[in-house]
């Protein structure tokens, strides 16, 4: 959270207006940053950021950041470091260098703890751009990134000896960073580019208390033991092949049987809200994804590539052009609309080498994805229908997760970065998002004039519409300039596992703008053409994605409906082995998921071999099971009943039927 709001006035210090340690930096009109050194230009407002607070906990990791490059270059003078950002639950610096030994890794951090304990003041200083140059001449990274980046001067930050290029803010002293933790290394290049400079990369997290510190690793420890490609590896659920197909999963039968348990979930909530289903190719012309705007934004993460006879392709990195394809191949009328297409779509991103992970990263994912085609006066109906798909899927099948939700907007400084209408200052006509945003130098396509000015207003009245829907659904929900996608502004949603961690994965985003880059239309009421709004849809966000966190939220053990083996036949003995063959055929012919072991190991051991598998039931078929017709079901904790064996079929479609995420059988 952030502290509290001090008026300062012009030439005082903003860190004499806060007394606490909890205070890191102010801000000004909740956007503009200032260290706790710097000293106002004048009169003004400003409010602290605490350490609570997730602004607060990003200033204490970057300067963490700094902390670690600190000490790696006192203990190993010809490291070069590289930069060194916050991320969501810690930071990492990128250094050239030898990759630390976990020896040297343990020293590293003993280093940074003994430089915390000195209390070594944080300051910034400003210089110009040939100060900076001089300053870093003998790094190539900052060196490179300065003479991009700035224009007369910037600031550095000196704790120390130690002095890096950044704009801040940071705490004012070392001793803000005595609880940190070094996690893990790992291989990168500069600026994510295969074709520069190969560079170690350190993680690590600070927290601004032991407790909080503490909490997070016994977390993380716990994350490890659920991670899901150690379970994906017991439960034979998919391949992860770097020589043949690096960052593309290949998928085992039991893995390909949750996926598709996962898609006829969702194709029943669609069948329920009248979606329908379409299917399009994986790679389309470039030129489509330069028309809805993909290419330029997305190019250095696209398969780009030209055969032969010179056409140039790429591979989808997103189904909607596809679906606007389709709707443009036939006339609609108001009548006809809302059209919602939806489709289990393979996207390709081309994620760097050292950004690939499991599942959490792979360069191929499927996502559940839909785009709605609709007059603007249907909004508000469908955003509600959304929302209420996403809170039934969350809860049918991850149970009472907690769920928050993030409206994403425009950063109104920044313009170009997404598409925008631009009003013509000279003539006032509006020139569509197409042809504003086709060069650097605006022109207006009536009058010729280069006075442009973006015009927020259809932006504006996306955003306020997911507000409403939002609040009419009783939705708390925060805002955060700068993170709408490039044609429009978004809810996403974010979920909570099992222990804690948040995961994002719905998103709802309004597009009024590619519709017009297609020159979408439909005849309104008046028999005149009009352009529909758009809206895109994803409730897994996807299925990968979905699928690791249902697997560590589970720790692998899925409710029935989901899990691979739902029944798993043991034999006491060999003479067993034809009435357990016999049920499990009769429970396959009913749709239940049944494996048989009838190994000469013993029951025991049978068991515990099974336990990799995580199946849902066992079931032990001995003499007594044999004479009546029965089987003995052991459930996950190790409850056991028996039951004849039809009742064992009925009640285990009952509990898959019903989507139960709790076992029922051996209450």
């Not at 809860?395 to 209408?421: C, F, H, W």
Request: glycine share 6%.
């Amino acid at each position: 959270m952030q502290g509290k709001t001090f008026a300062v006035k012009k030439g005082q210090k903003f860190g004499d207006l806060f007394s606490g340690r909890k205070d890191l930096a102010a801000v000004l009109e909740g956007k503009i940053l200032h260290d706790l050194g710097d000293i106002a230009e004048h009169d003004m407002e400003v409010t602290s950021i605490t350490t609570n607070s997730v602004e607060g906990l990003r200033i204490l990791r970057h300067s963490a950041a700094h902390l670690l490059a600190q000490a790696i270059t006192e203990m190993y003078p010809d490291a070069v470091p590289s930069s060194g950002p916050a991320t969501e639950d810690g930071f990492y610096y990128d250094i050239d260098m030898k990759p630390p030994s976990e020896q040297e890794m343990i020293r590293i951090e003993e280093k940074m703890k003994e430089i915390a304990l000195k209390s070594i003041p944080i300051q910034k200083e400003t210089h110009s751009r040939n100060e900076l140059e001089s300053m870093f001449q003998h790094n190539r990274f900052k060196l490179e990134i300065i003479r991009e980046e700035v224009e007369k001067h910037s600031t550095v930050y000196r704790q120390g000896n130690y002095v890096d290029f950044c704009r801040g803010p940071h705490v004012p002293d070392t001793s803000y960073l005595r609880n940190i933790k070094l996690l893990s290394i790992a291989s990168t290049n500069f600026k994510g580019d295969i074709k520069r400079e190969r560079l170690v990369r350190i993680y690590g997290t600070a927290f601004p208390d032991p407790k909080s510190l503490k909490q997070y690793l016994a977390i993380r420890e716990e994350a490890a033991k659920r991670d899901h490609r150690k379970i994906g590896a017991e439960m034979e659920l998919y391949v992860f092949n770097s020589e043949r197909a690096p960052g593309l999963p290949l998928y085992a039968p039991n893995g390909a049987t949750i996926r598709n348990e996962l898609i006829s979930f969702m194709r029943e909530q669609n069948n329920k809200d009248d979606w329908t289903e379409v299917s399009t190719p994986h790679l389309f012309r470039d030129g489509m994804w330069k028309q809805s705007g993909h290419y330029a934004k997305y190019k250095d993460d696209m398969f780009l590539f030209t055969l032969s006879d010179g056409d140039s392709y790429a591979l989808k990195p997103m189904n909607c052009p596809g679906h606007i394809t389709i709707f443009e191949s036939q006339y609609h009328s108001y009548r006809d609309l809302p059209v919602r297409l939806s489709e289990f779509g393979t996207v390709y991103r081309y994620e760097k080498s050292g950004e690939v992970g499991g599942l959490t990263r792979p360069r191929v994912f499927t996502v559940d994805d839909g785009h709605i085609f609709l007059a603007s006066s249907s909004i508000d109906s469908e955003i509600k229908k959304i929302l209420a798909t996403m809170e039934y899927t969350y809860k049918t099948i991850l149970g009472d997760v907690q769920a928050s939700y993030d409206l994403s907007l425009i950063d109104r400084n920044k313009p170009e970065n997404y598409l925008m209408e631009y009003k013509c200052k000279k003539c006032g006509s509006l020139n569509d998002a197409k042809r504003a945003t086709a060069s650097g130098n605006m022109v207006c396509s009536n009058c010729g004039s280069t006075e442009m000015e973006p015009d927020f207003t259809l932006w504006d009245s996306a955003s306020n519409q997911l507000r409403t829907a939002l609040d009419e659904n009783n939705i708390k929900y925060h805002e955060f300039e700068g993170e709408a996608a490039f044609y429009g502004p978004k809810i996403d949603v974010h979920v909570k596992d099992a222990i804690g961690r948040s995961w994002q994965l719905a998103t709802i985003q309004i597009d009024f703008f590619m519709p017009s880059a297609f020159n979408l239309s439909f005849v309104n009421s008046e028999g005149k053409k009009e352009t529909p709004v758009m809206i895109h849809r994803a409730v897994y966000g996807s299925i990968e994605r979905f699928l690791v966190m249902a697997l560590e939220s589970y720790s692998g053990k899925l409710p029935l409906w989901l899990s691979p083996v739902q029944a798993h036949i043991i034999t006491v003995s060999e003479k067993h082995t034809d009435y357990a063959t016999e049920l499990k055929n009769k429970l396959k012919k009913k749709g239940i998921r049944a494996t048989l072991d009838v190994s000469a190991e013993t029951v025991a051991k049978k068991i515990k071999l099974s336990l990799r598998y995580r199946p849902a039931y066992i079931l032990v078929i001995g003499d007594n099971e044999v004479q009546e017709k029965k089987a003995t079901v052991r459930d996950r904790t190790n409850r056991q009943k028996t039951f004849p064996e039809n009742e064992v079929c009925e009640k285990l479609l009952k509990e898959i039927n019903e989507r139960s995420i709790e076992q029922t059988l051996c209450i």
